[in-house]
């Protein structure tokens, strides 16, 4: 067992371990996984920056699909018991996935938007582009009798 160490916030942790922060879990589970994002508008474009702490650029994907694109992130999960420094006794890595979309409306294609990581911070820039007005065509309906 773990001596608690009186410079730690949490020394119940060492003897109780999750026992009393059990029902707070996956509120905080929601609270640190999800991703911050800042939105600014320019003349010709919006501006996305989106925090993504701890993902490499290779765990980042970015898909438009019917108007919405979609930023989804993805740890692996490293199973191993002990590294070459001996066995852990606890891990508090995040390890999982975490997504998020956005409307960025139905006339905007992927040549439209341009996307760099650097230092944990997704930038999206993605050009504004005019809707094309629709032009409703009649359709008469045939009305028997």
């Known amino acids: 067992m773990l001596l608690p160490s009186i410079f730690n916030d949490n020394f119940t942790d060492d003897?109780?371990?999750?026992?009393?922060?059990?029902?707070?879990k996956d509120f905080e589970l929601q609270r640190?996984?999800?991703m911050h994002?800042?939105?600014?508008e320019f003349d010709d474009k919006y501006e996305m920056?989106?925090?993504?702490?701890?993902?490499?650029?290779?765990d980042v994907t970015a898909e438009l699909?019917?108007?919405?694109?979609?930023?989804?992130?993805?740890?692996?999960?490293?199973?191993?018991?002990?590294?070459?420094?001996?066995k852990f006794?606890?891990?508090?890595?995040y390890q999982g996935e975490c997504r998020r979309s956005?409307?960025?409306g139905d006339e905007v294609e992927?040549?439209?938007?341009?996307?760099?990581f650097n230092n944990g911070i997704l930038t999206l820039d993605i050009a504004k582009v005019k809707e094309t007005p629709k032009v409703e065509e009649k359709q008469l309906i045939a009305i028997e009798g």
């Open 110 to 116: 992927q040549k439209d938007i341009q996307a760099k």
């Open 102 to 104: 956005f409307f960025v």
């Open 15 to 24: 003897f109780f371990g999750d026992m009393f922060s059990y029902p707070l």
């Open 37 to 40: 994002a800042d939105v600014q």
């Open 32 to 34: 640190f996984s999800g």
């Open 89 to 93: 006794i606890r891990r508090e890595r």
């Open 65 to 86: 699909k019917d108007g919405y694109l979609t930023i989804a992130a993805k740890h692996s999960e490293n199973k191993d018991e002990k590294d070459e420094k001996g």
């Open 49 to 58: 920056d989106i925090e993504l702490p701890g993902y490499d650029k290779s």
